[in-house]
């Protein structure tokens, strides 16, 4: 339960957006990324995804670039966060243990 709640904090604290230097490298290294940010379709895409995301992706599968766009987008943007997730639970465990050595 306090993993929980440490990882909400983190989120709505928006701690996870500062510690974004890493994520701001992924992106801006990435030219699928970059390519994408600068195309219309594809920016009308991330649009669509925030509305109704089923409806986005029917409405975008048949144009190539914008589903590869997005793949990419969401493998990186799942990778940080996959590594934000397992820093976080290594500083709960680490917390964790510390106060079990207190007592």
Request: aromatic fraction near 8%; include cysteine.
């Amino acid at each position: 339960m306090d993993q929980n709640k440490d990882a909400w904090n983190v989120f709505t604290s928006g701690q996870w957006i500062s510690s974004s230097s890493d994520l701001f490298s992924l992106i801006s290294g990435n030219p699928k990324i970059m390519r994408g940010l600068s195309n219309p379709k594809c920016n009308a895409a991330l649009e669509a995804l925030k509305d109704d995301p089923k409806a986005a992706l029917k409405q975008f599968k048949e144009h190539e670039d914008v589903t590869e766009f997005l793949n990419e987008f969401c493998r990186v943007l799942g990778g940080h966060f996959a590594k934000l997730g397992e820093k976080q639970g290594d500083e709960w465990q680490q917390k964790k243990m510390r106060k079990q050595d207190a007592l």
